[in-house]
């Protein structure tokens, strides 16, 4: 079974310019995720949708962030204008839908995001 | 809101000797758990998880964690450490995100080294 699939791995650009990471979940996962990942702290949450609906985006810093999901499968995370403090890995994760007890949260490798 | 905290940035064990990575939660209700691993330069794996029954979970790479509720404790071990587990692990607490989905809330991470 193929995993969370994500692109590009690795980008580096200037302050200011803009980037977009490209995200393909697990076949048949409803609901994703994208987490935000510094160096030296644990994944925190940025936004999480199901099918195409936004189920939370409190966290999602809006006046440079934005995120998609047409269709209810692939996602787009885009920054525009990037500030040096958004350098950090952006992981893409999927699970089953619906808050079903045993479902796991599978995570793709990761976007390395480094801004100069 | 609930919350998982890893008391160590790093702990270090020699090959072949049990290894402990520590985590206690703070939860409303009751704590569905699981433990993440990150290789370098790589996303986050799946290890295990405790939904409800046996305190002892079992999961990937001989890992086992030990759920125990009167001291709030998720603590991930394994018999006989590896110079391959050597690697970031993460503790993680269920939030449910409302709609009927939920999200993972992560603590700062544990840096695991096996020395030869």
């Known amino acids: 079974e193929a995993g969370v699939a994500q692109s590009p791995r690795y980008k580096i650009i200037e302050k200011r310019q803009s980037v977009a990471f490209w995200c393909n979940p697990i076949?048949?996962?409803?609901?994703l995720y994208w987490y935000q990942q510094i160096l030296g702290q644990g994944p925190k949450l940025l936004i999480q949708f199901q099918n195409n609906g936004v189920v939370d985006d409190s966290q999602l810093p809006k006046d440079r962030f934005s995120a998609e999901r047409l269709k209810g499968v692939d996602s787009t995370l885009k920054i525009q204008p990037a500030k040096l403090e958004d350098s950090a890995v952006y992981l893409c994760?999927?699970?089953?839908?619906?808050?079903?007890?045993?479902?796991?949260?599978?995570f793709g490798e990761g976007s390395w995001l480094t801004v100069v | 809101a609930q919350s998982v905290a890893q008391p160590e940035d790093q702990v270090n064990v020699a090959e072949g000797n049990p290894l402990t990575v520590k985590c206690t939660y703070s939860v409303s209700g009751n704590p569905y758990l699981f433990w993440y691993v990150q290789y370098p330069n790589r996303g986050l794996q799946f290890l295990l998880k405790?939904?409800?029954?046996?305190?002892l979970v079992k999961g990937s790479y001989g890992f086992e964690a030990e759920f125990n509720k009167s001291q709030t404790s998720f603590h991930l071990k394994k018999p006989s450490a590896l110079v391959s587990d050597s690697a970031l692990y993460f503790c993680a607490v269920r939030e449910d995100s409302g709609a009927g989905s939920y999200q993972l809330t992560f603590g700062k991470g544990t840096k695991l080294s096996v020395i030869p």
């Open positions: 076949s048949g996962h409803a609901t």
């Open positions: 994760a999927s699970s089953l839908a619906v808050a079903g007890f045993g479902n796991t949260i599978y």
């Open positions: 405790y939904i409800t029954g046996d305190n």
